[in-house]
């Protein structure tokens, strides 16, 4: 018994390690960013391409209103996977952040700066009593000085860079045909391809305009700009990616976001 109660006191103590060193809460709290449906970061040679797969839970609903992608600032979008109200909370965050930096340098907050100050705060959630980790991991993508960032947070509070990544379900997955597909030196444009088709690898080879985002932020005009639907289905229909509607209503039946 006394063994069961320790066990439970690691279990559900976010200040307490277990005898292996780790955090189960943190553990926790990663599987609920494997459950919400993934989102594909890609750093191309001239900009930065973020896409969300964006299916709604029924035909109803208004699929505007699902939140997947965000802009932070001018130059940063940022792309979430988990649970979508802890999202919310740090895209607030990094959007305060982004003015405060504005405010008090004059200038642009740059991309690493913003992602450090992001799981600076994350962080606190894994050391505070009475608090639980963010349910939620975060892609965060713009132009610093010119060049094309692109970084992930993880409920941890720990930063990684990358050149390609994808979070949220199927990631391991997706991540392998990412590394398998991925070039150095590729432009927006094909970034915005190998987006899609990595979304695709998770949604039976096809996927619908309205059930996708996709935003581009480039070098020669640094402004976060989300693709409009008829463009990305544009883009499927060239990549022999589009979904015919009766495959998006049974998506929309049998996914949960």
């Known amino acids: 018994m006394q ?8 279990d559900r103590g976010i200040t307490i390690f277990s005898p292996d060193g780790r955090l189960y809460q943190v553990e926790y709290a990663r599987e609920a960013v494997k459950r919400g449906t993934a989102s594909v970061g890609v750093r191309a040679e001239d900009g930065v391409v973020l896409a969300a797969d964006k299916r709604a839970r029924s035909p ?58 992001i799981t ?29 960032r692109l970084f992930e947070t993880d409920p941890s509070g720990t930063p990684y860079e990358w050149q390609a990544l994808s979070i949220g379900s199927d990631r391991n997955d997706l991540r392998d045909y990412l590394e398998a597909e991925y070039e150095e030196g590729i ?26 985002g996709v935003a ?15 463009e990305v289905e544009g883009i499927l229909d060239e990549r022999d990616l589009l979904a015919t509607d009766e495959d998006a209503a049974d998506d929309a039946k049998s996914d949960e976001e």
Do not use: C, W
């Not at 094909?190 to 059930?211: F, I």
């Open 3 to 10: 063994g069961q109660s320790q066990q439970q006191a690691y």
């Open 60 to 117: 109803l609903m208004e699929p505007e209103s699902i939140e997947k992608l965000h802009k932070a600032d001018d130059h940063v979008g940022v792309a979430s996977a988990g649970h979508v109200a802890d999202a919310r909370q740090l895209i607030d965050f990094a959007r305060r952040q982004a003015q405060i930096n504005q405010l008090r340098y004059g200038e642009p907050v740059g991309i690493e700066t913003l992602t450090k100050n």
């Open 120 to 148: 600076d705060h994350i962080q606190q959630y894994t050391q505070v009593g009475g608090a639980r980790p963010f349910g939620v991991a975060l892609i965060v993508g713009g132009i610093e000085d010119g060049e094309p």
């Open 187 to 212: 432009s927006t444009d094909e970034a915005v391809g190998l987006a899609l088709d990595t979304l695709a690898q998770s949604n039976d080879g096809e996927l619908s305009p309205d059930g996708v």
């Open 216 to 230: 581009t932020i480039t070098v020669d005009d640094p402004e976060y700009a989300e693709l409009p639907a008829d």
